[in-house]
């Protein structure tokens, strides 16, 4: 079963190296640099931080929590047990290596799971900009097969654990608010006005 899978996803790797082309040469290596999104990522901090008030403060706190125990998994955990080699460190004839080789070990992808744990969080606080954010995170996890450090099953699985990560800290975060305000402690109240308690 892993062979077969192994031997799907090195085919769709290479049709996909066999088919780039050059405006996704200059435009997947830019997406998928980390680099690039520091200043963007800086501003999101300042305006959840300091200007969108008690909520912008709880999604941000949720976001540090989850994106530090989603790339903690993936990175010290999962890749050293499944140590599944990078297709960059790899001799594939038609691999077009766009970006430097990276870390040795490939699944999952640290980039997928924690861009998909991110759209989980913030579109759960700031849901009109959902589509945006998933379509973003889509297009970063696809970069890193494009530039050449990861197979497509790196990406899914990197994907569906950033996603489901992202769904546990928020209930996680749903259970204590409930909590806390049975124990009429508004601290974990955004929505308005806080609500009146009878005695």
């Known amino acids: 079963m892993i062979q077969i899978f192994e031997t799907i996803d090195m085919k769709i790797l290479v049709w996909i190296h066999n088919n ?39 999604a941000l706190v949720l976001l540090i ?39 040795k070990w490939s699944m999952p992808s640290n980039h997928a799971a924690n861009m998909f744990a991110f759209s989980v969080i913030l579109s759960y606080f700031y849901e009109k900009i959902r589509i945006p954010l998933f ?7 696809i970069s890193r097969v494009y530039v050449g450090v990861h197979y497509p099953g790196d990406v899914i699985i990197g994907s569906i654990l950033g996603y489901s990560m992202g769904w546990i800290i928020l209930t996680i975060w749903v259970i204590i608010k409930i909590r806390e305000l049975k124990r009429r402690k508004i601290w974990v109240w955004y929505e308005g006005e806080p609500p009146i308690f009878k005695n």
């Open 65 to 103: 929590i989850c994106l530090a125990i989603t790339d903690s998994i993936c990175a010290q955990v999962l890749k050293p047990i499944i140590a599944r080699i990078r297709p960059s460190h790899l001799s594939i004839d038609s691999l077009n290596l766009l970006v430097s080789k990276g870390g």
């Open 20 to 58: 780039h082309n050059d405006l996704f040469d200059l435009l997947m290596p830019f997406i998928t640099n980390s680099d690039n999104w520091i200043f963007p990522i800086l501003i999101l901090v300042f305006v959840l931080g300091f200007k969108a008030g008690k909520k912008g403060r709880i």
């Open 135 to 141: 379509c973003l995170a889509t297009l970063i996890a």
